[in-house]
């Protein structure tokens, strides 16, 4: 070849390179809009789900999956099919739920051109029992997502879901028509806030101070103490600027859910101090008092998008008593809150050191 031939040669694949490398930056970047988008709009999702709740609870782990297929209406409301796969997740709602809560994987190449393009996991929230008000109790934990959103920008995104789900029991049928919670994967949390997701434990005096104590009050707004930010319980760390930040999730546990299988955490002694789950106790590590205060008010400040939050969802409550519970026991937060003396002797006096 002579010298002009590879000096061509070279300038074409080096423009291939860079066309090739434009294109992918252009895809990812397509995908991670039509992944933001997807959380942005709020309206319910239209989903369809076929399997056997025996068989994902009993051949499922946190390596093996089932496939089936999942059909999501679209904007033109007809039905997109995808193949995914799913496993149960979650050890006390797969022991104790007739629906266990699931992580859903998807090919990358078949969701593209549908609105799950950009999104390869997800977790998705069923509910617990069979019960009469099942769909309102997965209403409540929506809340409790959406509640954190409005106080810090580190939190999972969530959108609602409507889902007829026909379950397989032998050679038999049984149809569901179910509320369901999609969750984003920590891995887009990572990736909105350049940062990595930890495996590794961090005390948590040595996690971030203003997003610790956002959401310790946080916490206690709804009522939660089956979580820990010492053991990672239904807390999942990321590191982004320069600092360890926990973010809180699974709220069925909470008073603001108030589900008929709740039961207090019997991680640090809580049964000492409360014996409903409808009970608060704060379980927040002693930070810097003008730091607490701070927090304190942007709570305070927050609770007009706080109840205009609770009221854009009294729609979608079969049983509005249960929506009126539920504000009221924010509204009993607040309460405290706006009081120096409640908030002295149920928070500063019940900081922990240790």
Excluded at 65 to 89: M, P, V
Excluded at 187 to 194: E, G, L, P
Excluded at 285 to 309: G, H, M, N, P, T
Aim: charged share 30%; proline share 2%; with cysteine.
């Amino acid at each position: 070849m002579t010298m002009n031939r590879l000096f061509y040669f070279l300038v074409f694949q080096f423009l291939a390179v860079q066309i090739t490398v434009g294109q992918v930056d252009v895809d990812k970047k397509r995908s991670a809009e039509i992944a933001e988008s997807f959380f942005q709009n709020q309206d319910p999702l239209s989903m369809q789900l076929k399997f056997s709740t025996r068989d994902i609870k009993k051949n499922t782990n946190d390596s093996t999956y089932i496939t089936s297929t999942l059909l999501i209406q679209n904007k033109e409301l007809a039905w997109d099919s995808l193949k995914i796969k799913l496993r149960a997740r979650g050890k006390h709602r797969r022991q104790n739920c007739y629906f266990a809560p699931l992580k859903l994987k998807l090919k990358k190449k078949a969701t593209k051109g549908t609105m799950f393009e950009g999104t390869t996991k997800l977790k998705l929230v069923l509910p617990c029992l069979l019960q009469k008000d099942k769909n309102d109790l997965v209403i409540k934990e929506y809340m409790a997502y959406k509640l954190y959103e409005i106080i810090s920008p580190y939190h999972f995104k969530t959108r609602l879901a409507n889902i007829e789900f026909e379950e397989e029991i032998r050679s038999r049928i049984k149809k569901h028509n179910l509320k369901a919670i999609l969750i984003e994967d920590i891995d887009k949390v990572a990736q909105r806030h350049n940062g990595r997701k930890m495996t590794r434990k961090v005390h948590p005096l040595q996690q971030d101070d203003r997003t610790s104590l956002q959401n310790s009050l946080f916490q206690y707004l709804i009522g939660n103490t089956d979580f820990s930010t010492r053991g990672g319980h239904n807390q999942k760390l990321l590191y982004t600027d320069n600092k360890y930040v926990s973010i809180p999730y699974d709220f069925d546990m909470s008073g603001l859910v108030n589900a008929p299988y709740a039961t207090i955490s019997g991680m640090e002694n809580m049964k000492v101090y409360i014996t409903e789950v409808t009970q608060r106790a704060y379980k927040g590590y002693k930070r810097d008092y003008e730091l607490l205060q701070e927090v304190r008010q942007k709570y305070i400040s927050s609770k007009d998008e706080i109840f205009a939050v609770t009221d854009s969802l009294k729609q979608y409550f079969q049983d509005p008593t249960l929506y009126e519970k539920a504000k009221d026991f924010i509204d009993d937060f607040f309460e405290i809150m706006e009081s120096d003396k409640k908030f002295e002797k149920n928070i500063v006096n019940r900081t922990r050191t240790k």
